[in-house]
């Protein structure tokens, strides 16, 4: 199969993608004794044109997703998608780390497991850790939270109040 | 150390995870492999609480397994020891400021033999399953004892 | 139509270890039809804990994640902070880490195998390889000082060195394994008997493992070439070239059943002992620490910004962190995924139309870690009876289903 260079993926990204990617950096790093190359790519894209992007990728070679890693600060809930691309060949593998902003005080995306199904685990952990609507998700029970944890108390939130009684030393 | 005579009964042990990182339960299988092999000294691990003589109970105590935890002591019948196998289990460990945690295990059942480590040796289980059985012989001397002091009773009454 | 769901409170997949796991099956005579997930009963809020820990302390936290793959975690976790915090590790550290990882591939390995013989009722093979595992223990033992959760990965290096008078035990300890790697390939993958219970079992296809992100030996088995040390090569791995181990290197052809998984962990055993030769072989002299004052360390960390992501291939499949660093000690985001995270929605496709006899090997054969994980929920649907099976119950079924296929 055809394998773009870092270089040539980071312009065809922003070709295709125009002024719905907010940035993007390449990251390398020299590997072992023989100073091999690994890449990783940094973007950030606009939440609405998420699932664009992610047609864009899947284009190029199926992407394979690790984790949602979701971060609060005070002002948006941002959501670090860890994917890679091109594995299977050696050293070809090319990790896209795609960092979505969203409102803190409603916030939703919408759902990538039409894509890419094996991101159901993941959504729900954010779902019920955060407090994110996934549009298009079926509603399912808590995946990790005890079924009988209180409703609205997310606990990786920053300021989420109602903790410290759960909270024991 | 020195058995008692009324040393004559093997040993049934049932095994509690209470959420813990497997790396005590690990060594708790190793026992039954040929290395360590507890068998021969008539130890046996058994699948019901019900059999069983001794608790061993590793983790630290999750929210979630709390009841089930109460439960399987309540269904273990008397004379029992119960041993917490672990730091996590006796003192919480690494694991302390979580919403899921709910504490060492003698905040909710009374403990008999501490064995403390992360993880801890084979050979300090087995250390610790001694001393709990010795713990069981004397309570069950002790109530052999009450026995035939009140049919003594009895019979000159 | 009436609905049977079986309530299975099931202890976890490996023997006599009660990781709390419950499985809900609904069932069709003896078929299985459809399943659900729902983990919660390990949930400890690790990464919740991680927030008021600083990231020394982290690390020992890591390791206590998981005790089987207690090698996984901080590895991936220290990769992730030395690429946030823009750390270099000296060569030698990279050669060290890497073996001891690969001993602990070794150890877990073969540690599977025997539970997989359990699980199907051949308790002397349970018994042969752990006893067999006993020496690689040892050798851990003595680089390490630990069997288990080995405290020697720290950030930018190694705690311990490997010396040359660790050399010639080591070497012993690959000899041995050499030499009974034959008699494990004789006992699991010549026996007809494990053959007749594991052959189209529990099948993944190459479609389904790609479309649910299956990682490690669970996606390989099924022909979908994917390994981090091959495909993105990091530390001492980026020297050699390692491939991805499928199925077809041993018997020809790719299925995705049980048995294919077995041959896979098996090859990688093997694989694993020539990674170790090799780095005990080429192993470059120097330090083994790049910052060797903790107080200095815990400064730098403090001061340090950035993101980083370290992904290390664990012996379930691949782990990553990621880990965000901002003022003060703790990091602002730790983010941990263990690799049986991704097989568990693999279990979905693989349980159904399957036997309620062959759940145990099933259930066993992604060799889930729910210390890593947590619990999961099945749900099926045919007749209305309500029934508790325990895992005791469960398992004795598989054993009956051996015993009558080899009569």
């Known amino acids: 199969m055809q394998y773009m260079k870092p270089e040539e993926l980071i312009d065809f990204l922003k070709k295709e993608l125009k002024e719905s990617l907010l940035d993007i950096r390449l990251d390398i790093k020299k590997e072992g004794i023989k100073q091999k190359e690994n890449h990783n790519i940094w973007l950030e894209i606009k939440r609405e044109k998420l699932i664009d992007a992610i047609e864009l990728i899947s284009t190029l070679h199926y992407p394979h997703i690790s984790i949602i890693a979701g971060e609060d600060n005070g002002e948006n809930v941002i959501l670090t998608y860890l994917m890679s691309i091109y594995y299977g060949e050696e050293g070809k593998e090319v990790c896209l780390n795609i960092k979505v902003k969203l409102d803190i005080k409603e916030p939703s995306i919408s759902t990538i497991t039409d894509i890419i199904p094996g991101a159901q685990t993941t959504e729900r952990e954010i779902k019920e850790m955060f407090g994110v609507n996934f549009v298009g998700l079926p509603d399912m029970h808590n995946i990790f939270l005890p079924e009988d944890f209180p409703k609205n108390i997310y606990p990786f939130r920053k300021n989420q109040k109602g903790l410290d009684d759960l909270i024991q030393k | 150390m020195k058995l008692n005579k009324n040393f004559d009964r093997s040993l049934w042990v049932f095994h509690l995870n209470t959420g813990s990182c497997n790396g005590c339960d690990i060594e708790i299988v190793a026992l039954l492999t040929p290395r360590y092999d507890v068998e021969r000294f008539g130890i046996k691990l058994v699948g019901s609480p019900k059999h069983a003589d001794v608790l061993l109970v590793t983790g630290p105590v999750n929210r979630k397994m709390l009841p089930r935890l109460k439960l399987i002591y309540d269904q273990t019948p008397d004379p029992k020891a119960v041993i917490v196998v672990g730091t996590c289990g006796s003192s919480g460990g690494v694991f302390y400021d979580s919403y899921n945690i709910v504490g060492p295990v003698d905040k909710h059942i009374p403990v008999d033999v501490y064995v403390p480590g992360c993880p801890i040796r084979p050979e300090a289980i087995i250390n610790g399953v001694l001393k709990a059985w010795l713990k069981l012989e004397r309570i069950r001397n002790e109530s052999n004892k009450a026995k035939v002091i009140e049919t003594a009773k009895e019979a000159s009454s | ?407």
């Open chain 3, 1 to 407: 139509m009436a609905k049977s769901s079986y309530k299975v409170p099931i202890g976890p997949i490996h023997p006599s270890l009660e990781e709390p796991m419950t499985f809900n099956f609904e069932i069709a005579g003896e078929k299985i039809t459809s399943v659900d997930l729902a983990p919660g009963d390990n949930h400890r809020g690790i990464e919740f804990m991680g927030r008021n820990r600083n990231i020394i302390q982290i690390i020992y936290l890591a390791e206590r994640i998981c005790g089987i793959c207690s090698v996984s975690h901080p590895y991936a976790f220290c990769r992730a902070v030395e690429s946030a915090a823009n750390i270099e590790v000296p060569p030698r550290a990279e050669y060290i880490r890497a073996i001891i990882a690969e001993l602990e591939r070794i150890h877990s390995h073969i540690l599977w195998a025997g539970v997989a013989a359990h699980e199907l009722g051949f308790d002397s093979v349970l018994f042969l390889s752990w006893k067999v595992r006993e020496n690689v223990m040892d050798l851990l033992e003595l680089l390490t000082g630990n069997r288990v959760n080995y405290g020697v990965f720290t950030i930018g290096g190694v705690r311990r060195d490997i010396t040359d008078e660790h050399m010639p035990r080591i070497k012993q300890t690959l000899e041995y394994y050499k030499e009974t790697y034959q008699k494990l390939e004789d006992v699991f993958l010549q026996d007809p008997s494990i053959a007749l219970r594991t052959k189209g079992i529990g099948p993944l296809s190459y479609e389904e493992a790609l479309n649910l992100s299956a990682v490690g030996p669970t996606t390989r088995a099924s022909g979908v070439k994917k390994d981090v040390r091959q495909d993105h090569p990091y530390s001492a791995y980026a020297d050699m070239d390692i491939k991805a181990i499928t199925p077809e290197a041993f018997s020809g052809e790719v299925n995705g059943d049980v048995f294919d998984r077995i041959i896979v962990r098996l090859l990688e055993v093997k694989q694993s002992v020539e990674i170790i030769e090799y780095c005990v072989n080429n192993m470059p002299d120097g330090d083994i620490l790049s910052e060797k004052k903790l107080a200095k360390l815990l400064g730098t960390l403090k001061k340090a910004t950035g993101e980083g992501v370290g992904r290390h291939e664990a012996p379930r499949g691949e782990v990553i962190h990621y880990v965000k660093l901002g003022e003060g000690e703790s990091p602002e985001v730790w983010k941990a995924r263990a690799p049986t995270y991704n097989n568990l929605m693999p279990w979905v496709p693989m349980l159904k139309n399957q036997e309620v006899a062959d759940i145990p090997i099933v259930i066993a054969s992604i060799d889930p870690c729910i210390g890593c994980m947590d619990r999961v929920t099945l749900v099926d649907s045919n007749t209305y009876k309500q029934e508790i099976l325990t895992r005791d119950q469960l398992r004795k079924l598989s054993v009956e289903k051996t015993r009558r296929l080899l009569q």
